[in-house]
């Protein structure tokens, strides 16, 4: 195979040819002008002869200089064409998303409908997936993390705020006469695998008495919110995950002290894919539904 010249050395020579100026290809590149000169130099090295006639205050293209200007042009062009061609291709291809399994079946998708309803070109895959890896795999465009929203090479948003309330079924407040915070440690409480909010709740409201190891611990937080529905316990639950099942009556919140977290659900995404077509649109889409019902909690 013949030897190409450097990438970096042809792109620097177009720039400058187009200008006809190393500083304004310095400009458009983000380097220096000395790293432009340099390039230049390299390819002319590479090529064996001279591109440029440089003068005190210009640049003269030399008759070489100009026949491999207007080739290197068109295949700059050419490339930028091919590149956007298949930009468009993965745009229109399926959107993967990776949500946590409790997320995915309590908030993520009853509300999947809606955005196929706005965007019912765009093809979208669901992967429950529990582990988070901190960056994405390559088969996921963007994801659902629940943390503090730090984590390496991804740009994290927030969505809803997380508070965290004790709830059961309305039959349970009855039968157990439940009537103030000290009540629930008679009671079987619910864990999921976040097992210390129990701890972290009651030295909120000022007991000290939680030994932790009064009920049953749940892999995830929809099947402790499921067992609290049929009266096995009472489950500390995340605000927005427990909404349907208070908005339905199934559950009610035992008291209104509400423990908010450092922690909370993120949309995250590669840091140079945040402005990808289909990724930018899932991401406003779900961010404008966020706020939608922020307020919707507030009033």
């Known amino acids: 195979m013949r030897k190409l010249p450097p990438l970096n050395a042809l792109k620097s020579f177009e720039v400058a040819a187009?200008?006809?100026?190393?500083?304004?290809?310095?400009?458009?590149?983000f380097v220096t002008q000395a790293a432009v000169s340099?390039?230049?130099?390299?390819?002319?090295?590479?090529?064996?002869?001279?591109?440029?006639?440089?003068?005190?205050?210009?640049?003269?293209?030399?008759?070489?200089?100009?026949?491999?200007?207007?080739?290197?042009?068109?295949?700059?062009?050419?490339?930028?064409?091919?590149?956007?061609?298949?930009?468009?291709?993965?745009?229109?291809?399926?959107?993967?998303?990776?949500?946590?399994p409790s997320f995915a079946i309590l908030w993520f998708v009853p509300r999947l409908s809606s955005f196929r309803?706005?965007?019912?070109?765009?093809?979208?895959?669901?992967?429950?997936?529990?582990?988070?890896?901190?960056?994405?795999?390559?088969?996921?465009?963007?994801?659902?993390y629940y943390g503090d929203g730090r984590w390496p090479h991804v740009k994290s948003y927030r969505l809803h705020k997380e508070y965290l309330w004790p709830v059961c079924s309305p039959l349970l407040v009855e039968r157990a006469g439940i009537e103030?915070?000290?009540?629930?440690?008679?009671?079987?409480?619910?864990?999921?695998?976040?097992?210390?909010?129990?701890?972290?709740?009651?030295?909120?409201?000022?007991?000290?008495?939680?030994?932790?190891?009064?009920?049953?611990?749940?892999?995830?937080?929809?099947?402790?919110?499921?067992?609290?529905?049929?009266?096995?316990?009472?489950?500390?639950?995340?605000?927005?995950?427990?909404?349907?099942e208070i908005d339905s009556g199934h559950l009610v919140r035992v008291f209104p002290q509400a423990l908010q977290r450092n922690k909370a659900f993120y949309l995250v995404c590669r840091d140079n894919q945040a402005e990808v077509g289909k990724i930018a649109t899932f991401r406003q889409w779900i961010l404008d539904l966020v706020e939608k019902e922020e307020q919707e909690f507030s009033e």
């Open 117 to 144: 309803e706005e965007h019912p070109d765009m093809d979208i895959r669901i992967k429950a997936v529990d582990e988070i890896t901190g960056s994405l795999t390559d088969d996921v465009d963007v994801a659902i």
């Open 18 to 29: 187009r200008h006809l100026s190393f500083t304004k290809a310095a400009e458009e590149l």
């Open 180 to 244: 103030k915070p000290e009540d629930l440690l008679k009671q079987p409480l619910l864990h999921d695998e976040t097992r210390n909010a129990w701890k972290d709740w009651f030295e909120m409201v000022g007991i000290d008495q939680y030994r932790g190891d009064n009920g049953p611990v749940f892999s995830h937080s929809s099947l402790a919110l499921q067992a609290a529905v049929h009266g096995q316990g009472i489950a500390l639950a995340n605000n927005v995950l427990a909404k349907p």
């Open 38 to 100: 340099h390039q230049v130099k390299a390819l002319e090295d590479f090529l064996q002869l001279k591109l440029f006639i440089r003068r005190n205050r210009s640049l003269l293209l030399t008759e070489e200089g100009q026949a491999y200007y207007l080739q290197l042009r068109d295949i700059f062009e050419q490339l930028v064409q091919a590149t956007d061609k298949l930009r468009l291709v993965s745009e229109r291809g399926a959107l993967t998303v990776s949500v946590p």
